[in-house]
């Protein structure tokens, strides 16, 4: 079992209690579907096993049927949610079990009167991805120092390089759009080996567009010129590649500032008097006179192969006039896969020859140099393996099963093999 003591997700811990409730019955995960049928959730064995490995999220529904799932098995004598046990919220915030009942009350109260935020506490041992390794605020006066001298250099930063910048929309929408900004980060190649940081991430995005990285996106992709969800999400994907890509770039050229900002902060990060000096001056002045720095010769990167690769494919087809339909049938190439080859998703694949004869193959359709495209494509994979394998072993992937293509093709298709299986058993035609 768990050490409690750790925030965990709702998922992992509901799983961790369902398994054990099953064996201490001992109960098969097929009699937990059944009870759970009984309730009208079409849970099957594999439900139950993704549950128990902490992999299937709960929806709010099933959560609150849970017990009465519990109750049709033949009942427990513990809690399904220990009242220690702490339950990870968000990213940075857990609450306890105990305080469940509580907090759900919240939703059938008006919210003018609910005022159980203390029941939610800050994760003490969380990362908060800030450009500050965030341990606790109760963890002592150097973590406290750390924290606001980074907060003080990025202040920095913003009054050299990017003046314009308004520091209270900017902190706003850091918050805001947190979740965006990790996921920004996590892509982008820090310069100078520099951790991902969604901060840096914000500022950049505020100096190059005077927004967020969402707001741009929605700017560049309005929802209402799209018919369909998939295709707005299509749509959003290419644009979040080339605002990642604007990013990465100003990085890298701002590279030298920010190693004139932080450097300075290395040799003294571990010393808390000559940090509480620094922070002395940095707070007496705001840097108010700082000049601004002349950034480092720093090469930017070229761009990585998979978007290379996803940009020839979707500018071909798109100059070509051929839309993803006609290219699976040209191909027998599923849309699902090839809409994952145009946003630079190869993963699928398990082997870059195989991964190149189908690129190569699509060029071809398409009208794009396939020669080079499946040599980028090669290339590429087996780099990205020497590179995983030289940081060493990584836990097996958990492939999720793919939905079925629902084309109007596809359905033909089967409904072809569906009547060829019947010609071949001797049932005939079935009007």
């Not at 809690?79 to 509580?102: C, F, M, Q, Y």
């Not at 003080?152 to 520091?167: K, L, S």
Request: aromatic share 6%.
């Amino acid at each position: 079992m768990a050490n409690d003591d750790k925030p965990r997700s709702l998922a992992v811990i509901v799983g961790e209690r369902l398994r054990l409730f099953r064996e201490e019955r001992g109960l098969r995960q097929s009699d937990i579907a059944t009870a759970a049928a009984a309730c009208g959730l079409t849970w099957g064995r594999s439900s139950i096993a993704a549950l128990e490995a902490g992999t299937r999220n709960l929806s709010v529904e099933e959560v609150l049927f849970l017990p009465y799932v519990i109750s049709n098995a033949g009942g427990w004598d513990k809690p399904i949610v220990p009242p220690e046990t702490k339950i990870l919220i968000s990213r940075t915030n857990h609450a306890k079990g105990a305080d469940l009942e509580v907090l759900i009350q919240g939703l059938t109260r008006p919210v003018r009167e609910f005022s159980e935020s203390r029941l939610i506490d800050p994760n003490e041992f969380e990362e908060m991805e800030l450009g500050v390794p965030l341990k606790t605020r109760l963890a002592g006066t150097l973590s406290l120092l750390q924290d606001q001298a980074t907060d003080a250099a990025w202040y920095r930063f913003c009054r050299v390089v990017y003046p314009q910048i308004d520091e209270l929309s900017t902190t706003k929408s850091l918050f805001a759009e947190m979740e965006m900004n990790i996921k920004v980060a996590d892509r982008v190649d820090m310069p100078g080996g520099m951790p991902s940081d969604a901060r840096a991430v914000n500022i950049i995005a505020h100096g190059l567009w005077g927004r967020s990285v969402a707001a741009e996106r929605d700017a560049r992709v309005p929802e209402e010129n799209y018919p369909s969800r998939r295709s707005l999400q299509s749509a959003r994907g290419h644009a979040t590649r080339e605002l990642i890509n604007q990013i990465q770039e100003e990085m890298f050229r701002r590279y030298g500032q920010m190693q004139a900002v932080f450097g300075p902060l290395r040799d003294i990060w571990e010393d808390e008097h000559k940090l509480r000096e620094w922070l002395t001056k940095a707070n007496a002045d705001r840097w108010d006179t700082a000049e601004p720095v002349e950034p480092a010769p720093v090469l930017v990167p070229e761009e990585p192969w998979n978007t290379i690769v996803a940009r020839a494919l979707v500018d071909a087809r798109t100059a070509s006039g051929t839309s993803l339909a006609d290219v699976s049938r040209a191909t027998d190439i599923s849309v699902r896969a090839l809409e994952a080859m145009e946003q630079g998703d190869f993963s699928r694949y398990d082997e870059p020859i195989l991964a190149g004869i189908y690129v190569s193959e699509v060029a071809d359709a398409v009208g794009a140099d396939s020669v080079e495209l499946r040599r980028l494509v090669e290339e590429g994979m087996e780099a990205k393996r020497r590179d995983d394998s030289a940081s060493g072993p990584k836990p097996p992937k958990i492939r999720r099963r793919s939905r079925r293509d629902d084309t109007p093709t596809a359905r033909a298709e089967r409904e072809n093999a569906a009547r060829d299986r019947r010609y071949d058993s001797g049932g005939g035609p079935k009007n």
